[in-house]
């Protein structure tokens, strides 16, 4: 009897992924290696027993000052477990996620909505429920192939993933951000009878705020269906002395799907998409993203619902928060150290050169401050930038010390910082 041959070390086996090579030439360690957290994460993080001031964070609220968090997470969990134990399809939803569902289509001005475990699985699912086909033994079946997608060209990685292998320039075709003339040229050639146009209210890399109504016009215009991906405004744009107000306004009134985030704002895990109900039926089989994997926990799922009604009852905590981010704001750009040009909470400071961002990344760790920098691959070649989350937990003396110590950090490296300029919405041009 022949022996079975002698299988090749692993690593040999994978040599032409090319792994070691990349992980060999990227010498930047958190790139690839996270470092250990110790702790809770909030205005302040204990990494590698080293604490930080975090403007990381995207749990920026700082709830556990206004809201029970942890008494109504274990409340949840005694209630109703720990796990949703299967998919929602396999045994059903829990009560927690009917409930948290019903408040978010409520407070999207939807009809209905549905959970997942993420975000991301959100995006993809709702994606894949858009343009999926599939026949049921019933006689019943939809055939959405067809369907075209039309995307500002900076939405999340997310859903670029969800639109992977639908053809780009054929299902898929994309827009200039922020560029609502453009989106009216592309959608123009398109004639596909079934078009959606995807937007962000606000996007992740540059805290840029899209033009929601100038969209929204565009897809009446061209009977297109709308989705806004709200991950980072909801619960936070709204109120009319609020900014955004117009566009948060628009979102609710007239966009026909928003996604939503459980983890900005409301400072937990999960995501969701509200619409009509007709849809949000189907997508129980057709996201996919809900129907193959489990659910949000059911105590995140508790205790979410009562985060959005204390921030719904309780306006003053975002108010004050809104207040907070502006202050650090306006001190930048009195500094003569510009941002965004917009009034949203994240503070996106242009820097340039990558090798420079770079740099200060690790200097703010060596003084004390967890600073994220986007560069290379996350935006274009040299135009890296530091993305900033205040946090509602900072103190004046945290925000302006670390003020200082940016202004030092870009007298030091000099002509390497000076920045790329920020396009506004009306440019249509990436920043």
Known sequence: MTAPPTPAPSGDRLAPWAFAAFVEANTHDTAYRPPVVD????????RNGRELV????ISFLDLERHVPVRRHFAEGARAHGLSTSGSRMTQGICRPHQVLEETIARHTGKERAISFATGLLANIGFINAMSSSAHFDAGIEVRNHDTVFVVDRDVHWSIWKGLQGLGYGR????????DVSDLARVLDRVPARKTVVIAESIYSADGSMGPIVEILDECDRHGAISMIDDANGFMVYGPENRPYAREAAAIRERADFVMVSLSKAIGLEGGAIAGPAVAIDAFELLSGTSMFTAAIQPPTAYTAKRTIDVLAANPGIVDDYLTHAARLRRQMHEAGTPTTPTESYML??????????LQMREWFVEDGYLVPVFSYPAVS????????????????????GFLRTLLAYRRRLGSLTSPPRF???????RA
Not at 40 to 45: A, F, L, N, S
Not at 348 to 357: E, K, Q, T, Y
Not at 423 to 429: H, V
Request: glycine share 10%; charged share 15%; net charge negative.
């Open 381 to 400: 070649r040299n135009q890296a930038l530091l993305r900033l989350f205040p946090h509602a937990g900072h103190t004046e003396e945290q925000m302006d």
């Open 54 to 57: 975090n403007f990381a964070s």
């Open 39 to 46: 702790g809770p994460v909030g205005p302040t993080i204990v």
């Open 348 to 357: 996106s400071v242009p820097i340039g050169n990558d090798a420079a961002a």
């Open 423 to 429: 396009a506004t919405p009306a440019d249509g041009r």
């Open 171 to 178: 299902g898929v075709h994309a827009f200039r951000h922020n």
